[in-house]
């Protein structure tokens, strides 16, 4: 059977609008109650990266979660809202993204991103165990409402990729560094699927991130809701709704591997507005080397050390770098790769730094740049070398 992903128009987060546009997207998924029943406990998990203006577009918009709170209570749910954010405590981020206030207005809680559980998941991929947030084994029910962003690490951020914000703060940087392939990143991310079993998605793609996200990009208006309870479908859907291709998105490229989820648009069905109707055309991407790597006859390690040494240094821009220390707390090496208060020529230890890219994605001033290595700028051309490839059937 197909799996179902459902897209409705949403041309503003005007509260009321956008909540009938909420309520229109899950009709014919069956509505809210298909997936709340009276006296629940609802845990809602919003993309809460760090403290920024809901008009930067790097969170979950307010009105998306008050419409999801708004539907989930009419249900009878008893809503929880939770995330462990990049940097700083959930009070702080909650109270500048101004989800706070919603959470409030709407009688919810807002969780406790220090308090956590120990899950056991046989046939996960990185680890059985896994300590994730003690919100996911107190709820009923788990919605999770991402926001569609680029990702300079893993081109893409949707639905599978929000529940990296059920990790622990601390422990998602130790994960980047032990888990320095991408791909095995993303299988981390079917782990955390797995053990919090998400049981809808609604995407905020009113207005997502373009060009270096998930922080650093551009907003870009879609007027789009979408949702699925097919997580891995809605994402797939999402890419091609704003040109991305979705094959190279290593989390995608995991469920094909892993058989988790839907990963063809063939076999998905769009319920609801249809795709062409809000397509959008022009979304700027960030660009990857994976393809032309693929194609390359090296081993793999080989492949790893040229990714690294092709991948962009993260240099700091000093014109706009307000000294507020979240890259250097943020950086999960030990010691950190990167020091505002060191001389320009140090601050970054390119031998240390793993290319993460954690610093971009908190640094709240735009300051952080990806500088294109010697090895990269010599082959500029492979950037079209890699559109090229992903249009050659069979690799
Ligand atoms: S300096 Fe930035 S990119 Fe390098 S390891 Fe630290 S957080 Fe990651
Ligand atoms: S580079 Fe960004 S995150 Fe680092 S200290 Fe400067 S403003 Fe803060």
């Not at 706070?100 to 899950?119: C, K």
């Amino acid at each position: 059977m197909k799996a179902t992903v459902s897209l409705a128009r949403a041309g503003s987060y005007d509260g009321h609008e956008l909540l009938e546009r909420m309520r229109a997207c899950l009709a014919p998924l069956g509505g809210m109650a298909a997936f709340v029943r009276p006296g629940q406990r609802v845990l809602l998990k919003p993309n809460l990266l760090g403290a920024f203006h809901p008009d930067r577009a790097v969170t979950t918009h307010p009105s998306v979660l008050a419409a999801a709170i708004t539907l989930a209570q009419e249900c009878g749910g008893v809503v929880t809202v939770i995330d462990s954010p990049g940097t700083g405590s959930l009070a702080s981020v909650a109270r500048a993204t101004g989800i706070d206030a919603v959470v409030r207005a709407a009688g919810a809680t807002l969780g406790d991103e220090t308090a956590v559980e120990t899950f056991e998941t046989p046939g996960n991929i990185i680890g059985r165990k896994l300590t994730l947030l003690k919100a996911v084994a107190d709820a009923d029910v788990l919605i999770t409402l991402p926001k569609l962003k680029t990702h300079v690490q893993m081109t893409f951020t949707g639905a599978v990729k929000n529940q990296l914000g059920l990790v622990p703060g601390v422990q998602k940087g130790q994960y980047h560094f032990r888990l320095q392939n991408r791909l095995r990143l993303a299988e981390l991310l079917l782990d955390i699927n797995r053990t919090a079993k998400p049981a809808l998605a609604i995407m905020d793609a009113v207005y997502g991130m373009e060009g270096n996200g998930p922080s650093g990009g551009e907003p870009r208006f879609i007027g789009a809701l979408i949702a699925s309870a097919d997580l891995m479908a809605l994402d797939v859907a999402a890419c091609d709704l704003v040109g991305i291709d979705s094959s190279v998105v290593p989390t995608v490229q995991a469920g094909i591997q892993h058989r988790f989820g839907t990963t063809a648009l063939d076999h998905i069905s769009i319920a609801g507005e249809p795709l062409d109707a809000l397509r959008v055309q022009g979304f700027r991407t960030v660009a990857h080397l994976k393809h032309v790597m693929r194609i390359l006859p090296f081993p793999q390690f080989m492949l790893d050390w040229f990714g690294r040494h092709w991948a962009p240094r993260p240099r700091i821009d000093a014109a706009c770098c307000v000294h507020c220390g979240a890259c250097h707390r943020g950086c999960p090496v030990d010691p950190p790769a990167i020091d505002p208060e060191m001389p320009p020529a140090r601050q970054v230890n390119d031998h240390t730094c793993i290319r993460c890219y954690c610093c971009h994605e908190f640094c709240p001033a735009k300051a952080i740049l990806l500088r294109r290595s010697l090895a990269d700028r010599i082959g500029r051309f492979t950037a079209s070398l890699d559109w090229l490839t992903t249009r050659i059937p069979g690799i």
